[in-house]
């Protein structure tokens, strides 16, 4: 069996429904139900055997402890963290604690965990790290997209902790040999994505006949990659991925955020047309643009595909298609994430911004 923890968030409930579907292998699932996490995303393995959800924090050594004497797994697969950009630029400290914080005290329970197998289960153990592209900086226009030799230049709270989880996970592997292995991927959209998020805020934005906010100009670039392509490219690096190294994951779709919109409103007039006959497009806003913001990012993900003969199965079209389908099909879950909190969030981020 597995670990996976911040298995509620949008990547590892995701991960957890196809590693079920996939492999059958049961998990343990660790998460601590900050606003981000939710177990609407796991109810339809709520009376699964082969899930267990534990809520609790991966800074809490003693519980991690507990539970890994309990279960013995065999991988720990760490997706939790705080995850969005503009959340860490108002607030850091949640990002520090548990990027930087949490992922040591992981790593250290984990360590303790692993040196006290015996030879064969110790041999076989991994514990499999997902990053993030952004722990590469921000590239220019002409510039060749990221890859893993790619010095590390974080720009903002979040990815400089992410940078810093990379870090000490790669140290833990050169000093004491713990058994890491590293995902940095790219932008992914899909099922079950919070809307904080640019995706999933544009479609329920515009459903709810509110506005469509773009940062700046709205040409910075991103290397968007279907959720359930990741989660592919996750079970492949565990299964044969080289220890001690880390993979980009990336979907070699690179597009500037206005385009991205641009799609997600036509895909609405398509689906689900305003009632007064206009484009969903109208409601787009530009607005002052994100502090420190990236310009661009773009994945190069050949080492994963050459040596592991990973591809992503999804187009954009297909997957941005079957994602606005997904929106409309589950409006119970939109209203259930957009509590109290979250509608706190909305009003500290966007009420006072000015048109840019
Ligand atoms: P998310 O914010 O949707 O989910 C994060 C989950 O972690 C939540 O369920 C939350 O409750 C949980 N969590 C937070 N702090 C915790 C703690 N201290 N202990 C236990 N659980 C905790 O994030 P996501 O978009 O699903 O991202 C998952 C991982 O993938 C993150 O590590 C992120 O950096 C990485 N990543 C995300 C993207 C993306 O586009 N979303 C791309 C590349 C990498
Ligand atoms: O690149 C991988 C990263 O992608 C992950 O590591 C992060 O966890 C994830 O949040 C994401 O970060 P981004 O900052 O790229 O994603 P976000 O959806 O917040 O923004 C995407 C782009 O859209 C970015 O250029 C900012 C812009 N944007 C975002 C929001 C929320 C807007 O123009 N308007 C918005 O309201």
């Not at 036509?266 to 109208?282: F, I």
């Amino acid at each position: 069996m597995i670990f996976v923890t911040g298995g509620a968030g949008f990547i590892g409930a995701n991960f957890v429904l196809d590693w079920l579907a996939t492999t059958g292998e049961p998990v343990v699932n660790i998460d601590k139900l900050t606003y981000a996490g939710n177990l609407e995303n796991l109810a339809s393995v709520r009376d699964d055997a082969r899930h267990t959800f534990v809520q609790a924090d991966i800074g809490d050594s003693a519980v991690i402890a507990q539970l890994l004497a309990q279960h013995q797994p065999r991988a720990v697969l760490n997706f939790a963290a705080e995850s969005h950009v503009d959340r860490s630029i108002h607030g850091p400290e949640d990002f520090i604690q548990t990027n930087v914080v949490g992922t040591f005290r992981l790593l250290e329970a984990v360590r303790a965990y692993w040196s006290g197998l015996p030879a064969d289960a110790k041999s076989a153990f991994r514990f499999l790290h997902v990053s993030t592209d952004e722990v590469y900086g921000t590239l220019g226009a002409t510039d060749p997209a990221f890859t893993e030799s790619h010095n590390y230049e974080p720009n903002s709270p979040y990815s400089a902790s992410k940078a810093a989880s990379d870090h000490l996970v790669r140290a833990w592997h050169h000093t004491y040999g713990l058994p890491v292995l590293t995902t940095n991927c790219s932008n992914n959209y899909g099922p079950m994505h919070f809307p904080e998020k640019l995706i999933p805020l544009m479609i329920v934005n515009a459903l709810a006949g509110k506005p469509l906010p773009i940062y700046g100009d709205g040409q910075q670039i991103r290397d968007w990659l279907y959720v359930r392509d990741h989660c592919s490219a996750i079970r492949r690096v565990l299964e044969a991925g080289r220890l001690g190294d880390t993979y980009n994951v990336g979907g070699w779709n690179e597009q500037a955020n206005i385009d991205i919109v641009q799609t997600v409103c036509a895909l609405l007039d398509e689906l689900r047309p305003r009632e007064d006959g206009k484009s969903y497009a109208e409601q787009i806003r530009f607005v002052q643009d994100r502090p420190g913001h990236d310009r661009r990012y773009a994945i190069d993900a050949r080492k994963l595909e050459r040596e592991l003969g990973w591809k992503p199965a999804e187009t954009f079209d297909t997957g941005i298609r079957k994602t606005v389908q997904w929106y409309l099909d589950h409006p119970e879950w939109v209203a259930h994430v957009q509590s109290g909190s979250y509608r706190d969030w909305v009003l500290q981020q966007y009420s006072a911004q000015e048109p840019a």
